[in-house]
């Protein structure tokens, strides 16, 4: 898979360098390539936002750089899914970021400030599929801390990133429900004993308490899930 993340503070991805993702990244099973969005302003100040037609608060990010930008890296082979994140899009879940594993090619647009020009995403529908995509109901600065969540949600579900696929199976969401809790040695620690069934070694038993757990689970802390 090829990422393409455009933004006004690159620094924000040096993280991306480290653990799986990194990993996944010297390997090419993954290739990520940051960019900075002033690269496409042409002004000693390297602007890239104005304020907004009609007044108001803020300022809203110029439509010229993210037309540039956009056409500097969506062409290439596949036709790209291009997401913006937002507050105002379609919440993020594990089914978004499975059907995301599976593209080729994703960009990533990380709006700051009141926003970015409206003009830009029907642009950008031309050259890709383009998707806004919240991170959940609350407001953050801009798109960067969205984007490495998701990128970081996507890439772990690329083949050969993770070692162990299993452990993608077995984790919360996968099967609509929360993860099962765990338990390692000791089997006593600071007077709390692990519960009697994980320790039994009766695989039968520790699946259907598992189970049990999840939905016991999922029934208090998310009962949402449980009627979707
Ligand atoms: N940008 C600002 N807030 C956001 C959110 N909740 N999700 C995605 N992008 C955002």
Redesign the pocket.
């Known amino acids: 898979m090829r990422i393409d993340i455009l933004t006004i503070f690159p620094s924000y991805f040096d993280v991306l360098a480290v653990s799986l993702l990194g990993r996944a990244r010297s390997s090419g099973s993954l290739q990520v390539d940051v960019h900075d969005l002033r690269d496409w302003t042409h002004d000693r100040h390297r602007t890239v936002d104005d304020t907004p037609y009609g007044g108001g608060a803020g300022m809203v990010m110029k439509p010229e750089p993210w037309g540039e930008s956009l056409d500097a890296v969506a062409g290439h082979a596949e036709r790209p899914t291009i997401i913006f ?3 105002a ?1 379609e919440v ?1 879940t594990q089914a978004t970021a499975r059907a995301l594993s599976d593209r080729e090619h994703l960009i990533f647009g990380c ?1 700051r400030y009141e926003g970015i020009d409206e003009r830009v995403f029907d642009y950008a529908a031309e050259l890709g599929d383009v998707r806004l ?11 960067e ?2 984007v490495m969540a998701m990128v970081e949600a996507i890439g772990r579900l690329i083949p050969g990133v993770v070692g162990n696929p299993e452990s993608l199976v077995e984790e919360s969401h996968e099967d609509g429900l929360l993860e099962y809790p765990s338990y390692t040695k000791p089997a006593v620690w600071r007077d709390r004993a692990v519960p009697p069934v994980p320790l039994s070694g009766n695989h039968g038993a520790v699946d259907a308490w598992r189970r049990e757990q999840q939905l016991e689970r999922t029934r208090e802390r998310r009962p949402d899930l449980l009627e979707s």
Do not use: K, Q, R, T
């Not at 995509?133 to 798109?143: A, E, K, Q, R």
């Open positions: 994140p937002s507050p899009g993020f709006g995509i919240s991170l959940g109901d609350y407001v953050l600065n801009g798109g801390v969205a």
